[in-house]
């Protein structure tokens, strides 16, 4: 969408700062022995408490309040009875609706003790998304946010996966600007507008360069070939001033 009003813009503004608290309580909350259930009724808490709905129950049934994905899944995954254990890596994919706005945002979290690649890879991760952010201006390319992602990961041996893009949110969790890649896609020709809310999500990888449906469920997704692979989000309002950051927690 194309905010077109400061109602819709406070509207936005509160439902990413909802998303943005529940992430973090959720990170801080991670710990080994935990369900992935447990981790999630965290979350779902904290949407509720705030008069905020789950947008992948909303829009489509996905049973789970929010997508939390270990070490091998790369994204949708499902929480349940999966056990966190010491030097995991979580995904936690947090994304509601409130007053007909929508707000997305996620994060990856080493369980402790973390490897000393895992550490890297999620500090470079969180390098990548914010790389891509600084690319983000009203009338500025959509294409410079993957061509600068994608020389960052080039420049420090990561692959990025192909089939996990950004996209528009605002009025749905998914509209346009449809499949906006975070990674270098000559075939990109969209210009950002001044008030266009989308997401910026990177996936930067130990290897793999594609996420693939598994035969668990119809809904977590694998790396392939199977490597580590972390994700940060953020949901934004391209101004020409640059980014506006909705889904931070403060």
């Keep these: 969408m194309v905010i077109s009003s400061d109602d819709e813009l406070q509207k936005l503004k509160d439902i990413g700062r909802?998303?943005?608290v529940a992430l973090?309580?959720?990170?801080?909350a991670l710990e080994p022995g935990m369900t992935t259930a447990e981790l999630d009724a965290i979350g779902r808490k904290i949407l509720e408490d705030?008069?905020?709905?789950?947008?992948?129950e909303?829009?489509?049934?996905f049973p789970g309040a929010t997508c939390i994905s270990v070490n091998e899944e790369v994204a949708h995954g499902i929480p349940g009875a999966r056990v966190i254990q010491p030097g995991d890596l979580v995904n936690i994919d947090v994304s509601a609706v409130k007053d007909g706005f929508f707000g997305d945002t996620g994060a990856s979290y080493g369980v402790?003790?973390?490897?000393?690649?895992?550490?890297?890879?999620?500090?470079d991760g969180k390098r990548a998304l914010f790389i891509g952010l600084q690319q983000v201006k009203a009338g500025a390319p959509l294409a410079n946010i993957g061509n600068a992602i994608g020389r960052f990961a080039n420049r420090n041996r990561y692959t990025l996966i192909r089939n996990l893009a950004s996209h528009g949110v605002g009025r749905s969790l998914h509209e346009e600007p449809s499949e906006l890649s975070t990674w270098p896609d000559r075939s990109e020709r969209r210009v950002a507008e001044d008030g266009l809310v989308f997401t910026v999500e990177p996936f930067l990888s130990l290897g793999?360069?594609?996420?693939?449906?598994g035969e668990a469920d119809e809904w977590t997704l694998y790396s392939d070939p199977r490597a580590?692979?972390?994700q940060y989000e953020h949901t934004v309002v391209a101004t020409k001033n640059g980014p506006?950051?909705?889904t931070l927690p403060d």
Excluded at 24 to 28: A, L, S
Excluded at 50 to 56: D, E, F, K, L, Y
């Design 18 to 20: 909802i998303c943005g």
């Design 228 to 230: 580590l692979t972390v």
């Design 24 to 28: 973090k309580q959720m990170g801080e």
């Design 244 to 246: 506006l950051i909705l």
């Design 112 to 123: 402790p003790p973390v490897a000393k690649r895992t550490e890297r890879l999620c500090r």
């Design 58 to 61: 909303f829009c489509y049934k």
């Design 208 to 213: 793999a360069e594609w996420a693939d449906d």
């Design 50 to 56: 705030n008069g905020a709905q789950s947008a992948p």
